[in-house]
């Protein structure tokens, strides 16, 4: 049984609108000033709020807005007199559901109260379902429910409230930042400071003075004492990202940090003792590194101490729609956005889960940020992608996933029963339109589904 507030300052009028929402089905609240709504509204689980325009002290429109400082998904139906239109407009406006006239029809006022709540019902549904699916399958900012992901959500939680040196690896655009962040701040040192640097934005010399800082005079320019960044973060976590790129001369002097936990800056012999947690990130293999003489074995180690790796896109398919619909939300509900953007239509999803990412996270973000900028329908269409996406997102195919020993006639023959089903689905599972999107003639299409036994999922198509 939904609850129903009514607010008028008429004595008897909320009584009666109250015993006909009774007779059909609902709970009556009744109210006679604004003050006394708000009262009612911190009290009990209001379902939708009926009421007046013209109210002593505060006003309907008053009401409004404080409900919807307080309750935004709330809807709230005006009434008003036929003199007060503007004012209903202009509630309108300000996020009322809509407003009625009085005097009115029972009817008409029953049929914009079922409305509104059936509205509101989908509203409150999607909310549940969005946050379950955001505590289910996000670490943080890290969306993902892929067994790759799993995996790493679950070293993450062991090893954040640890002290424990951290490698992250994976390919640019995965979000190595991310898991860094999600370790420091469901590790002990949260309350402490973050300090990143990227060890490839910086040439050698003005590297080792951010990360070991400098004293006044060491060099020419060094007007100043400066602290680096291991001073920076001492109590907090240091954050190494593109660790692959750090110069041999600076790996050893990282290495007697880790050692020793002292730094000496540039310019100076005086050690200073430095608290901090090491997490390192790398778009590189470091083993490999290793056996090139690139990198330091020692370090590598030292480094090593429990390993995070981030998989790339194409290895976690099934994340793809997860991540559209956050970059989708992320996009349109900016204070910036016009809002008219809903989602995003079949076509598209599938023409993106199957395009091969290789700037992974980063690049599918972007493709959808640009899409919802340029799209003018309130679905993103397969129009709204960038032509190498929209050109080569179907024609894409992971030859790594395919495991040895599998021979070249069972491979062609999955990915064959692969595309049709797909064209079903972008179809509607009509033929002829599965046909025309697989660019073969409807016999052929025939022959197919009887090979793949998927002739009975099909609707007969002009």
């Known amino acids: 049984m939904e609850n129903i507030l009514i607010v008028d300052d008429e004595k008897h009028y909320p009584m009666i609108i109250g015993e006909v929402l009774a007779e059909e089905g609902y709970r009556p609240f009744t109210a006679s000033s604004g003050m006394e709504a708000l009262d009612i509204l911190n009290t009990q689980f209001i379902d939708l709020v009926l009421s007046d325009v013209k109210m002593p002290g505060m006003s309907g429109i008053d009401l409004l807005e404080r409900i919807k400082e307080l309750k935004p998904d709330l809807p709230v139906i005006i009434m008003t007199a036929f003199g007060s239109v503007e004012k209903a407009v202009e509630a309108m406006h300000k996020g009322a559901y809509t407003f009625i006239l009085k005097p009115f029809e029972n009817e008409a006022l029953i049929a914009h109260i079922a409305k509104a709540i059936s509205m509101y019902r989908i509203v409150q549904e999607n909310t549940i379902l969005r946050d379950a699916m955001r505590s289910r399958y996000q670490f943080d900012n890290i969306i993902g429910k892929s067994k790759p992901m799993q995996e790493l959500y679950e070293i993450i939680q062991k090893v954040a409230p640890t002290n424990a040196s951290v490698l992250i690896e994976g390919e640019s655009g995965t979000g190595k930042e991310l898991v ?15 300090v990143a640097v990227n060890c490839s934005a910086f040439a050698e010399s003005l590297l080792e003075s951010e990360l070991f800082g400098h004293e006044k005079g060491a060099f020419t320019g060094a007007a100043n004492m400066k602290k680096g960044r291991f001073e920076l973060a001492d109590k907090g976590t240091l954050f190494l990202d593109e660790i692959g790129e750090l110069p041999m001369p600076l790996q050893v002097k990282l290495l007697r940090v880790l050692q020793e936990r002292t730094v000496e800056r540039v310019g100076s ?12 990130a790398t778009n590189k293999v470091l ?28 290895e976690r398919q099934e994340d793809i729609t997860l991540l559209i619909n956050h970059f989708i939300e992320k996009y349109t509900s900016g204070p910036e956005s016009s809002g008219s953007i809903t ?13 091969e990412w290789k700037g992974n996270v980063r690049e599918l973000e972007n493709v959808i940020e640009r899409a919802v900028i340029l799209s ?9 992608l960038p032509p190498q ?17 599998v021979g070249l006639a069972e491979t062609l023959a999955a990915v064959e029963k692969r595309m049709i089903q797909r064209a079903m689905k972008m179809s509607g599972n009509v033929q ?31």
């Open 287 to 314: 083993e490999d590194e290793v056996r090139k003489g690139n990198f330091r074995e020692d370090l590598y180690y030292r480094l090593n101490v429990v390993k995070a790796a981030m998989p790339p896109l194409r």
């Open 376 to 384: 003018s329908t309130p679905l993103i269409a397969a129009s709204d």
């Open 343 to 355: 989602g995003i239509d079949k076509e598209a999803t599938q023409i993106l889960c199957d395009y």
């Open 432 to 462: 002829t339109k599965a046909a025309g999107i697989l660019g073969i003639g409807k016999s052929g299409l025939n022959q197919k589904l009887k090979k793949f036994n998927l002739d009975k999922e099909l609707k007969p198509g002009k």
């Open 269 to 280: 012999t005086t050690a200073i003792p430095v608290d901090f947690r090491l997490i390192a």
């Open 389 to 405: 996406v929209r050109n080569t997102g179907t024609n894409t195919l992971h030859l790594e996933g395919i495991p040895e020993g």
């Open 180 to 194: 860094a962040k999600s370790i420091h701040y469901n590790s002990l040192r949260k309350d402490q400071p973050l």
